[in-house]
């Protein structure tokens, strides 16, 4: 049985009682339900066109990647010095990763910009003190902003935070967007056995809320999960069901709603989001609603709210389930790059969607969410 533990006991009332009202609340996505399946027959119909129809729309003036990733030679060198302490194998590409290598790579794909962020594993922790993670996050902060300003227009910057020491992570926030005019900050979705809706983050939190940043957040495999992939590769389920995790502690504790200021951008489509939406308003949408509930408005409005980038998750299922849940304004591109490739924007031109939602998705929503783009 698929109920949640102490959900009927918590609310008093007995297992018909509970049935009843998982129907009245499992109606809040119905639509959207609706609108899933005859989206999932569009962008199926869609994406077996030939590939002369699919391709006749024109390619975007500008394409923005908002999910990019650098690697700072001293970053590359702790990387595989900590993966080496591990046993675990270089996957190479971060390795080999260089400025020039990018940037001829964003040309060969149409790329007119790239926010930068770091990678969630491993972060800049290490594993190791929270004086040494403030110290790779300058480092990387620093090594960023050069790209930015050696190539106006074609760079924009994530900075990423350690998290491990607030004191520390304020102070990070104050240099990143008062001296290096950073576009937004770069969390993940975890730090050890918290989720950014952990009673601990939210002095963190209330700042970028005062400062209406936007907060990009990447998944990495939780400490607690890495044996669950039943036989894959950890990153493949893992790491999007971590940003669904993410996602609900910081819907769960009112985050979303009491500091609104925020923008949040969140990778992969939002991970599992759109798949589990109406399970997450079923179970917890009465409660929301309740006065002073964490979201009063409901659940999918709060989730309509959010943003997310398509990055590795432009399969006409992905984007259709996305897009029966959030509108066209909400997605941006996304890449992953270097562990994806650049080109993913051809995925999306096959789905014959149209021109304005194309041109929103390849740059508009970026432009209008990070102001600095449009100068």
């Known amino acids: 049985m698929d109920t949640p533990s102490g959900a009927i006991a918590h609310d008093g009332d007995g297992a018909e009682q509970y049935s009843a009202r998982r129907l009245r609340l499992g109606c809040g996505f119905h639509s959207s339900r609706r609108q899933f399946l005859a989206g999932a ?12 129809q699919s391709s006749a729309q024109a ?39 260089t400025k020039n290598k990018d940037l ?63 004191d520390a992570t304020l102070k990070e926030i104050e240099y990143a967007f008062d001296t290096l005019k950073a576009d937004g900050v770069n969390l993940q979705t975890n730090y050890g056995d918290k989720w950014l809706g952990d009673p601990a983050y939210r002095p963190i939190l209330e700042e970028l809320n005062r400062r209406k940043a936007v907060v990009y957040v990447h ?68 409660k929301g609603r309740a006065p002073g509930g964490f979201a009063p408005d409901g659940i ?18 992905a984007i259709a389930a996305l897009t029966s849940m959030v509108p066209f304004s909400q997605i941006t591109y996304g ?7 650049l080109n993913q924007i051809e995925n999306l031109r096959r789905l014959n969607l149209s021109a304005d939602n194309l041109a929103a998705i390849a740059s508009g929503n970026a432009a209008r969410l990070l102001p600095r783009l449009n100068a």
């Not at 027959?41 to 002369?52: I, K, S, T, V």
């Not at 700072?72 to 675990?88: F, G, H, L, T, V």
Request: net charge negative; proline share 8%.
């Open 300 to 317: 999918e409005t709060v989730f309509r709210r959010l943003h997310y980038d398509t990055a590795n998750a432009t399969h006409p299922a």
């Open 41 to 52: 027959a569009a962008f199926g119909a869609a994406a077996a066109l030939p590939d002369e």
């Open 104 to 166: 001829e790579e964003m040309d060969r794909n149409g790329i007119t910009t790239s926010i930068l962020s770091l990678p969630s594993t491993p972060g800049v922790w290490f594993d190791t003190d929270a004086q040494t993670a403030h110290d790779m996050a300058r480092l990387c902060c620093d090594f960023a902003a050069e790209m930015v300003q050696s190539r106006p227009g074609r760079y924009g910057l994530f900075a990423p935070l350690s998290m491990l020491e607030t």
């Open 59 to 97: 390619a975007p003036e500008k394409l923005i990647d908002t999910h990019h990733h650098f690697y700072p030679p001293a970053y590359q060198k702790s990387w595989a010095d900590w993966e080496d302490q591990r046993k675990i194998p270089h996957l190479g590409v971060q390795l080999a990763w």
């Open 219 to 286: 998944p990495l495999v939780a400490s607690c999960c890495a044996r669950l992939s039943v036989g894959a590769f950890p990153a493949v389920i893992e790491v999007p069901h971590d940003t669904t995790r993410t996602i609900v502690s910081l819907l769960l504790s009112g985050t979303f709603t009491q500091l609104r200021e925020i923008k949040w951008l969140f990778s992969h489509a939002g991970g599992t989001i759109p798949f589990l939406a109406g399970r997450i308003e079923a179970f917890y949408d009465q």
């Open 335 to 341: 890449t992953d790059y270097p562990y994806f490739p």
